[in-house]
């Protein structure tokens, strides 16, 4: 699942996850869409944008982690606020990682497979 309010940036993703990296997506405007599309959805993994109008990232996160099953579901936050303090903030929240924006969209599915594969090593 990818959360992300603007259009041309989620346009780029959804040709970066789905035709590159060969994940099936769902794409969400925001936070409180991501509430709705969630459960019926099952992700396996959500991207968030940091920076979005209403419920930000984090908010959407805590948020997310309330619906059954999607308690523990990884979460990678997207920002172009690299902030070490900020990146501590988002993994102190139980975010596996966070990339960098602009991405590139050939090498976003490498990116995320890497942040899954050393989350995954740590546990």
Known sequence: MYVEDDPDIRAIAEIALQDVGGFTAALC????????????????????????????????????????????????????????????????????????KPFDPMTLSEQIAEILTRARTCL
């Open 29 to 100: 405007e925001s936070g409180a869409r991501a509430l709705e599309v969630a459960p019926g959805f099952d992700p396996e993994l959500v991207l968030l944008d940091v920076m979005m109008p209403g419920m930000d990232g984090p908010s959407t996160m805590r948020a997310l982690r309330q619906l059954p099953g999607l308690e523990t579901v990884p979460v990678i936050f997207m920002t172009a606020r690299l902030q070490r303090s900020e990146i501590q903030e988002y993994q102190a929240l139980g975010a596996v990682g966070v990339i960098p």
